[in-house]
């Protein structure tokens, strides 16, 4: 690495440490989840991987959570018969699902495994603090640290691990997702479901023959070898094919982990009736694609009219038909020629 990258990762570090502060508007949005204290003895939240999300919190009340995560690097399937090193949050790319509800008190409890090369921590963008967490977790292979946060605001936010090179942890894909419920829970639906985008930038490895390692320079000039759903070519395509069936609704919670290509969603043959934009209040409705900057997340819902095989893609089409960011939703049942009729008419 040479001087100039240097100074701009410790740079970073710094800024990771700094005390945060929050705008007027979101000090009074948080301010009814302030006054409500979490109740009853901790217990440990139960974490998914993707593309499973933990079950709805429904209308209860503000509790105290245990989440406990473990960083590792480790070597596993990019595309194809393709290894790649990882480093994850709890074994996955993406990270572990965490789902929690506003006015929740939450302890994080970061582990770094004992065979790990670099420090690690966690920078979740639901916390309020300084460096929405980074500092405190940071954890030397081996070790465990922890924190304990508010979960102030309702949303869908991004988690990643912060400790420098930050391009080169998240890059090789250490992000995950963190849903905030609001106050009664989420409305109902019949399928939920985690995607989150990321770009890899690949080399082969000095140290391991076959095996491709992260590429600096690729990262630099942001030129990708791979964007990938949930961290792997064809996650969500044959047998991991999501599913539904006819009259269903679905959501779909989607992050954008980066580390630096924004997605432009789209769910090929579907509208989204609903779109949490920016995965916070603001919801939109009848949209086509969504975009989700690195970092940010969307939550998107729609109800299924009709049976097929549904293409999910970036709609930066390059990516998903040469760079890995295509899945599918298979939708089961009755056909409903009203709404859709493949029929065609020949003519003579």
Same mark, same amino acid.
């Given at each position: 690495m040479n001087f100039k990258n240097f100074l701009f990762f410790t740079m970073a570090a710094a800024i %990771?440490?700094?005390?945060?502060? =929050?705008?007027?508007?979101?000090?009074?949005?948080?301010?009814?989840?302030?006054?409500?204290?979490?109740q009853g003895t901790p217990q440990v939240a139960e974490v998914t991987g993707a593309p499973k999300v933990p079950a709805p919190v429904g209308n209860r009340g503000p509790k105290k959570w245990i989440v406990n995560l473990e960083t590792t690097e480790t070597e596993g399937i990019i595309a194809d018969s393709i290894s790649y090193t990882f480093w994850t949050f709890n074994h996955t790319v993406p990270g572990s699902f965490i789902r929690v509800r506003v006015g929740d008190e939450v302890t994080i409890n970061l582990k770094n495994a004992a065979n790990s090369v670099l420090p690690h921590n966690i920078d979740l963008h639901a916390v309020t603090g300084p460096g929405g967490g980074a500092a405190a977790s940071t954890s030397a292979p081996g070790k465990e640290t922890s924190f304990t946060f508010k979960a102030l605001n309702p949303g869908l936010f991004v988690y990643h691990c912060a400790a420098p090179p930050v391009p080169m942890h998240i890059g090789n894909g250490m992000y995950g997702l963190i849903l905030v419920e609001p106050a009664g829970g989420l409305p109902k639906v019949d399928r939920e479901y985690y995607i989150m985008q990321g770009d890899f930038y690949t080399k082969a490895s000095a140290? &391991? =023959? +076959?095996?491709?390692? %992260?590429?600096?320079? =690729?990262?630099?000039?942001?030129?990708?070898?791979?964007?990938? @759903?949930? /961290? &792997? &070519? /064809?996650?969500?395509?044959?047998?991991?094919?999501?599913?539904? &069936?006819?009259?269903?609704?679905?959501?779909? @919670?989607?992050?954008? /982990? +980066?580390?630096?290509?924004?997605?432009? @969603?789209?769910?090929?043959?579907?509208?989204?009736?609903?779109?949490?934009l920016e995965g916070g209040s603001t919801i939109s409705h009848n949209i086509q694609t969504t975009m989700i900057p690195a970092g940010g997340s969307a939550i998107v819902e729609f109800k299924c009219d009709v049976p097929g095989e549904f293409v999910i893609v970036d709609h930066s089409l390059s990516r998903a038909f040469n760079k890995g960011a295509i899945g599918k939703l298979k939708v089961t049942g009755d056909a409903n020629p009203k709404v859709f009729n493949a029929k065609t008419l020949v003519k003579e």
């Open positions: %990771f440490a700094l005390p945060s502060c =929050k705008s007027g508007s979101n000090q009074n949005n948080s301010s009814a989840a302030a006054t409500e204290e979490a140290a &391991k =023959k +076959g095996v491709l390692e %992260f590429d600096n320079d =690729k990262a630099v000039a942001e030129h990708p070898d791979y964007v990938l @759903f949930n /961290g &792997k &070519k /064809g996650s969500l395509l044959g047998a991991n094919m999501l599913e539904a &069936k006819v009259g269903e609704t679905v959501r779909l @919670f989607v992050g954008n /982990g +980066g580390p630096n290509l924004t997605s432009s @969603f789209h769910v090929i043959g579907e509208i989204f009736d609903n779109v949490y």
